[in-house]
C-alpha cells in the first residue's frame, strides 16, 4: 500500500487519532512500516497498548475499501500531514490532523484566514453582524473559516460568499453524513469557492465529543478568530480558547449586558480579547503581516453605478431615507416593510456600501 492508502486506514481505527499515529511513525519511519510490526512491537509503544495494537494488527476487518469507493463517489481529496499542499497554518499547531477529508479545494492563498464563529442560538443582531463581518472580511482577501453550524456559522459562510470571497467549513462528521442537515446544499456551494473539511472517516457521525476536535482545526487554520455572539458555555469559547493555546489572535463582537447570548463574548472582551465595533478592528490586527490586504486608497464608485440592480426593497428604503437619520421605527412606518424584509434588505444596503449604521440602529445614505 501507498504511504497515503496507510494513513487513511490508520484514521479509520477507532481511538488511535493524529497524536497516537504521530508516535507510532516516529517510532517505525513511516505508516506502511507500522503495518508490518507485530503487536508485541506496537503495544511497546507509549500510549498505544494492548487494545489499540490489536486494532492495527486487525485492519483488514476495517471498511477501508468502502472508504476509498465513497471517496471517488463523493469527489473527495485526501491531505495528509506530509502533503505540500496541506494547509500551512493548520500543520504549525501542536496537534493537526493526519489526514483531511476535502470537498473542494484548498489553496495556498488560503493562509490569511480568520475565522468567524459564535452560537447556535443567535439574535437577530448577532446573525446580521456575522454576516456583515465575513462579508467585508472576505472582500478585503481574506479567507473566512467556519464550523457549518446553525447560527453564527451559517450567517459567516453566507457572508463570505456574498462578499465574493473564500470560505472553509470544517465539519464534526464525516463528509457523507453534512451536519446539519440543512446546509447541505451550503456546503455545496461551499465546495466550489472554497473546501468543506473534515478529519473523520467519511459516514462518521456528528458525536459530541468531535465537536472540540472540530474547533481546533477552525481555529488552527486561521491567524484569528472572531467570537460573534456566544453565551457562557458556548462551543464558540473553545475555538476562542484553543485559539489563545495555538498562538493566534482573539477577537470578540460585544453584545448587551443584558443578553444572555452575549455572556461569553463580553467576558472575552473583559479577559483581554481585542473588541471588535467594524473591519478595521479586525484588519488593523493583520496590517503588517498582509499589508496587500488592506483597504485600497482609490475611492469606492459613485453612489450612481452602485444603484444598479438594487431589489425592489433595496429602492423603497433608499428614496424613504433621502437625507435624514432614520431608525427602524421609522423607516418601518416610511416603507411599510414587515421587520425581517427590512432588516435583510438594510444588510444587503450596508454590505453594498450604500447606508450606514449609527448607534441605536439609525441608518444614513452613505
Not at 139 to 149: D, I, N
Not at 233 to 241: D, K, N, P, V
Request: net charge neutral; with cysteine.
Amino acid at each position: 500500500m501507498e504511504e497515503r492508502e496507510c494513513l487513511v486506514i490508520l484514521n479509520l481505527i477507532r481511538g488511535l487519532g493524529p497524536a497516537r499515529i504521530r508516535s507510532l511513525m516516529a517510532h517505525f519511519g513511516s505508516a506502511a512500516e507500522i503495518f508490518r510490526q507485530p503487536s508485541s512491537a506496537l503495544a511497546r509503544v507509549p500510549g498505544i497498548g494492548a487494545q489499540i495494537s490489536r486494532a492495527i494488527r486487525n485492519w483488514e476487518e476495517l471498511e477501508y475499501a468502502e472508504e476509498f469507493r465513497l471517496m471517488e463517489k463523493l469527489d473527495l481529496k485526501i491531505l495528509t500531514i506530509f502533503d505540500q499542499d496541506y494547509p500551512a497554518n493548520l500543520k504549525e499547531i501542536y496537534d493537526p490532523p493526519s489526514v483531511l477529508y476535502v470537498k473542494g479545494n484548498v489553496i495556498p492563498e488560503d493562509k490569511p484566514a480568520l475565522a468567524v464563529v459564535g452560537s447556535r442560538r443567535a439574535s437577530r443582531y448577532g446573525l446580521q453582524a456575522a454576516r456583515k463581518l465575513a462579508a467585508e472580511i472576505a472582500g478585503r482577501g481574506f479567507t473566512v473559516v467556519s464550523g457549518l453550524a446553525r447560527g453564527i456559522d451559517t450567517e459567516a459562510h453566507r457572508g463570505a460568499l456574498a462578499g465574493g470571497g473564500r470560505t472553509l467549513a470544517v465539519l464534526g462528521s464525516g463528509l457523507g453524513n453534512i451536519y446539519p442537515g440543512e446546509n447541505r446544499e451550503l456546503a455545496e456551494e461551499i465546495s466550489r469557492s472554497g473546501a468543506v473539511i473534515s478529519e473523520f472517516p467519511i459516514r462518521a457521525v456528528p458525536d459530541r465529543q468531535n465537536f472540540p476536535l472540530r474547533n481546533r482545526v477552525v481555529s488552527g487554520l486561521s491567524l484569528g478568530t472572531v467570537v460573534v455572539e456566544a453565551a457562557e458555555r458556548s462551543g464558540a469559547l473553545i475555538t476562542a480558547r484553543l485559539a489563545m493555546e495555538q498562538g493566534r489572535a482573539v477577537m470578540a463582537v460585544p453584545g448587551r449586558i443584558d443578553s444572555y447570548s452575549a455572556k461569553g463574548t463580553n467576558a472575552l472582551i473583559r479577559d483581554g480579547a481585542k473588541m471588535v465595533s467594524g473591519i478595521d478592528d479586525i484588519l488593523g490586527e493583520f496590517e503588517y503581516l498582509f499589508p496587500e490586504l488592506q483597504p485600497p486608497s482609490a475611492e469606492a464608485p459613485p453612489a450612481s453605478r452602485r444603484l444598479e440592480n438594487l431589489s425592489p426593497e433595496e429602492k423603497l428604503i433608499w428614496e424613504a431615507l433621502g437625507e435624514e437619520e432614520m431608525d427602524m421605527e421609522a423607516l418601518l412606518a416610511r416603507t411599510g416593510l414587515p421587520s425581517p424584509p427590512l432588516s435583510a434588505a438594510l444588510l444587503s444596503l450596508e454590505l453594498k456600501r450604500l447606508i450606514k449604521r449609527l448607534p441605536g440602529k439609525v441608518f444614513i445614505r452613505s
